[in-house]
């Protein structure tokens, strides 16, 4: 296993190996996956910084990075009801005939928290701990503003869906794929990024074009954009059609899978997970209680309105410390909240769990357990995110 | 307290008596309070139709019920950004000025299934059970297209929410008031209504006309319409700001309440309930089966992807038969979802549990008790609904 990663390794060149030519990576990142690569953000680190920096971003890639040339990518505008169709290079888009927005907004995987999902009953997909999530400043122009130039008739009933593509691709060639609904297509917070964090998108976060659809899938939000094509259904795409799907709790590992008979995911529910301290560790019974931290965000802009902290199991419930954009609304919050807590340590014990969620504008809040959530795929655990800490007597 | 009752009988024309006006309504309606009048759908004729019939229709009246002479009833538009104030009469309103639209949807009362929190532990308000829920065919005109006669902006960006009024008031004279957010105003499915279920809407549910937000709390679709008004602010109604408001569980009864802290609610959490058979239904063992029947229903347009049902607590689930509105689309799915399943009858146990929970579109699920979201009012109980069933063995 030593021997075949050392074989994958960027430095050797293997003109064979597809992942040669993938970008250096922080060293803190955490590596579920080396090859496509997947990595999550190490937690204490994350909630150092309202913005996530761009070199702890949480990686999800399905394929090798493109080494894409800025000067000579193309994004093509093309498909049901693009009267003119467009070619559009980066600077067309940098130029100023649109106008540049930014939208901070979460980009979450699907997969998020599958391995406490895992840890209850055993599930398909990487093993993510409760970091596949981030959260950055896009800056870029509206998706609408550029279909509106290519066209297309924000009335026009016959489309439904918006498919993207990317530039990277399988063995075959096949590219990555997605769409999303034309309502949000249309909606202003949707975008073209060029720019992360206020720098070039890195290589493994899209460069140098990125389709930002704040409040659903991060798989939907295309990396590498060369492709916008309204529909009338959705994207073909792998990953739209026979991957990030709920399938019900009642089909276990190893059925048949149809595909055909379940939605693809489009918006997120909400989800909180404690990020600080880590799991298991290990605090003196003199200091009396402990420093919580942790993220909450949920979709749709469903701004959160209460994130709470029990430590008897969710018996009783403490409110936590809010931080949120003070730029959202509660109706259109993309960015998500980080949330601080300090709680007691419960007496004559040697160990006790902590335990969080989150509640949504809508009043939607999460389930308790992941049993109810478990699927063969592992996607969307949004359950009570617990941790353990130890007691030392001193 | 017979007496009491008695003295309050609409037959005994007391002048003093404000209710003395109130209307008649249909026997089957399960009375909650006499004064205001509030009383939920019997389950089992409820499951019966896709569209709730009128007179079965739960009501929620926070005052004695207005008389309104439809001929001299009037609506004004006026307020922030109105550059011309309008005084509409039902006339002008139904005239065809303004395009007829239909829209199906869920109203909900905020206390719907409180009885089930209670029990969990005490909680204050009217003691709903699972049917203070119904599901009608609205007809009447956008609000969109009456502000914007009103000379409204729709991107005047000062607007932030619309306050409605009620010709229902309190001793004080103090009327029925609440708000929506200026973007729901502004959609295409919120209605001034005329028609309920193809009548004139009956005098219990805001004759000669109501207001319609589908996906959003009952308490905010004020009936017997008298005011339209674009504000910066929320209503400072009551029921908007002193009501209708869900503190954290760490809050208890007796403790102070300071609302200002809490978010008004606007679109409802997803709901299920199982309304056949009723609670503690016996039923034969040489039946092998029992037929459930339920809805279904989530907020903001989010429609249902699923219902599961559980014999056996919540371990194992079955996916149910859902009935749904043909003509709308699961990203604004405002009508509610019937569902139907049969279970097996589990072996060697005198009576058992049954179980349901549902899953909206941003696979937002309910809660597995009322502990979590207990709060003081007993609001938007979303938890799983359960019902015990006894078995006779014959
Ligand atoms: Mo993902
Ligand atoms: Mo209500």
């Known amino acids: 296993d030593d021997l075949a990663k050392a074989a994958l390794k960027k430095t050797d060149n293997n003109e064979n190996n597809p992942y040669a030519n993938d970008p250096e990576r922080h060293p803190a990142l955490l590596v579920n996956q080396e090859t496509p690569f997947n990595a999550e953000s190490p937690p204490s680190l994350m909630m150092d910084h309202y913005l996530t920096p761009n070199d702890i971003f949480f990686v999800r890639n399905h394929m090798p990075v493109p080494d894409v040339d800025a000067s000579k990518h193309r994004v093509k505008i093309e498909g049901l009801g693009v009267t003119k169709p467009l070619v559009l290079t980066v600077d067309d888009i940098k130029s100023g005939e649109f106008e540049e927005v930014s939208v901070t907004t979460v980009i979450q995987c699907g997969g998020n928290r599958r391995a406490d999902m895992n840890r209850f009953k055993k599930v398909q997909g990487l093993m993510w701990e409760g970091t596949a999530i981030g959260n950055a400043k896009w800056t870029g122009i509206r998706l609408r503003?550029?279909?509106?130039?290519?066209?297309?008739?924000?009335?026009?009933?016959?489309?439904?869906?918006?498919?993207?593509?990317?530039?990277?691709?399988?063995?075959?060639?096949?590219?990555?794929?997605?769409?999303?609904?034309?309502?949000?297509?249309?909606?202003?917070?949707?975008?073209?990024?060029?720019?992360?964090?206020?720098?070039?998108?890195?290589?493994?976060?899209?460069?140098?074009?990125?389709?930002?659809?704040?409040?659903?899938?991060?798989?939907?939000?295309?990396?590498?954009?060369?492709?916008?094509?309204?529909?009338?259904?959705?994207?073909?795409?792998?990953?739209?059609?026979?991957?990030?799907?709920?399938?019900?709790?009642?089909?276990?590992?190893?059925?048949?899978?149809?595909?055909?008979?379940?939605?693809?995911?489009?918006?997120?529910?909400?989800?909180?997970?404690?990020?600080?301290?880590?799991?298991?560790?290990?605090?003196?019974?003199?200091?009396?209680?402990?420093?919580?931290?942790?993220?909450?965000?949920?979709?749709?802009?469903?701004?959160?309105?209460?994130?709470?902290?029990?430590?008897?199991?969710?018996?009783?419930?403490?409110?936590?410390?809010?931080?949120?954009?003070?730029?959202?609304?509660?109706?259109?919050?993309?960015?998500?909240?980080?949330?601080?807590?300090?709680v007691p340590i419960p007496e004559g014990k040697e160990s006790f769990q902590v335990v969080c969620k989150a509640t949504d504008r809508a009043y939607n809040t999460q389930p308790e357990t992941p049993g109810a959530l478990w699927n063969v795929r592992g996607l969307l655990n949004t359950a009570w995110h617990r941790i353990n800490i130890q007691v030392i007597e001193d």
């Open 145 to 342: 503003d550029v279909l509106l130039k290519a066209g297309v008739d924000p009335s026009d009933t016959r489309i439904k869906h918006v498919h993207f593509e990317g530039a990277d691709h399988d063995a075959s060639g096949a590219c990555y794929g997605g769409s999303v609904p034309f309502e949000k297509a249309m909606s202003p917070e949707t975008v073209i990024a060029y720019q992360m964090n206020g720098q070039p998108i890195p290589r493994d976060h899209g460069y140098p074009l990125r389709l930002i659809a704040p409040g659903i899938l991060g798989a939907r939000q295309v990396k590498w954009l060369v492709t916008v094509r309204p529909s009338d259904v959705e994207s073909p795409a792998h990953w739209q059609q026979k991957d990030y799907k709920v399938f019900p709790s009642s089909v276990q590992i190893g059925d048949p899978l149809d595909f055909s008979t379940v939605h693809s995911i489009n918006e997120y529910p909400v989800q909180s997970a404690i990020c600080v301290p880590a799991p298991n560790t290990k605090v003196e019974r003199s200091d009396g209680e402990v420093d919580l931290a942790g993220y909450a965000w949920s979709g749709g802009g469903r701004g959160i309105v209460r994130v709470e902290v029990s430590t008897d199991g969710g018996q009783t419930w403490q409110c936590a410390e809010l931080e949120q954009d003070p730029d959202q609304d509660v109706h259109h919050m993309w960015g998500w909240t980080l949330w601080r807590a300090t």
